[in-house]
């Protein structure tokens, strides 16, 4: 089952669970309230949403809503037996750091996130193990594990890797055939960015998944193991560290998309100069987030 769709199901069943403590006829909450209770984006809420008033359990007019019925026990949604793969452990992983804020240097114990992310504890372990490979995190000498902090160098270092990786990215896009899938997706991704600038000043905090989902799909056209494993831990890096700085992060974020479709332009264009140079702009930008991060929580 795919990641999203795990998301929705958790978040639908919250947002019932969190109905049941209403009483018919209520008011519902907001869209961003319902978010923060059921820790997902107000995308994937307007989602639930739709759900809810399709089972006639609430009224949805503009932002009225209401609670019409309780609810009932076949109005959840069946969640997966199945343990999440590895892919969803990382964004698992990820998404607790970044909501619950959990600073450099914090000890982490293997029982407690096994309880937390619903695996067992070897397959966390496993886990751990792999993250270890790119410094992120580390043994502990009397048991248990520790999440390192990022030094300056180490900033420094993955920023340029990453250049050389993203910079060959748009190279082979502008290069891809007219019916490859980047090409849909791209058009898919304009349309969102154009979408989250329109809404940038209630909805800045979205850019994240939108950051992530852009440079997963520009990197997606490579085909190598290898750098398929670098762009993981970079993604984890660049992702954790662009929501731990929270400073002007709405002024950030809008000129973050127009970066964004600056790189769209260029590749839409088939033009690989522009391309090259508008991914190096935005890397640089980048760069200075990263290592702004670290001296912003004094690391840098």
Known sequence: ????????????????????????????????????????????????????????????????????????????????????????????????????????????????????????????KEFLAGLSRFGLVQRRPQGGWILLGFTKDFAIELSDFRSVLEVNAVTQVTEAPVDHPVWSDIRQLRADHHALKDAIDTDFHEFSKLDERFHQTINSVVRNRFIAEFQKVISLIFHYHYMWDKTEEKIRNAAAIDEHLQIIDALEARDVEAARAATQRHLRTSKTTLLSSLRHHDLG
Not at 90 to 98: A, Y
Request: hydrophobic share 35%; net charge negative.
């Open 1 to 124: 089952m795919a990641r999203s769709d795990t998301r929705y199901r958790e978040a639908y069943n919250r947002l019932l669970a969190y109905c049941e403590t209403l009483p018919v006829e209520a008011t519902i909450p907001s869209e961003s309230r319902l978010a923060e209770i059921a820790g997902v984006s107000r995308t994937v809420i307007r989602r639930c949403l739709s759900r809810l008033e399709g089972l006639e359990l609430i009224s949805w007019e503009g932002r009225e809503k209401r609670l019409l019925r309780a609810p009932r026990a076949e109005d959840r949604i069946a969640q997966p037996d199945a343990s999440p793969d590895r892919s969803d452990l990382e964004q698992r992983f990820l998404d607790w750091v970044l909501r619950f804020d959990v600073p450099a240097n914090t000890p982490l114990s293997v029982a407690e996130l096994s309880r937390t992310f619903e695996v067992p504890q070897h397959d966390l």
